[in-house]
């Protein structure tokens, strides 16, 4: 299993092998383990208000 890293500023438009990237691991399952658990939604919702109150990634 290899894990795969990219970064798109707002506004950039990816590169075809970006796009091509992006849709091969569309196609790809999520393994979860100990170090990356399957979230509930419940932290889903948590983890969304705290990535929103970061003034870093605020729009």
């Given at each position: ?17 970006q ?7 569309l ?25 929103n ?7």
């Amino acid at each position: 299993m290899a894990v795969y890293g990219m970064t798109v500023k707002i506004g950039q438009q990816p590169t075809e092998e970006q796009k091509r990237r992006i849709k091969e691991a569309l196609d790809r399952p999520i393994f979860y383990d100990d170090d990356a658990p399957k979230l509930t939604d419940e932290q889903y919702k948590d983890f969304e208000k705290k990535l929103n109150s970061n003034a870093r990634y605020s729009k």
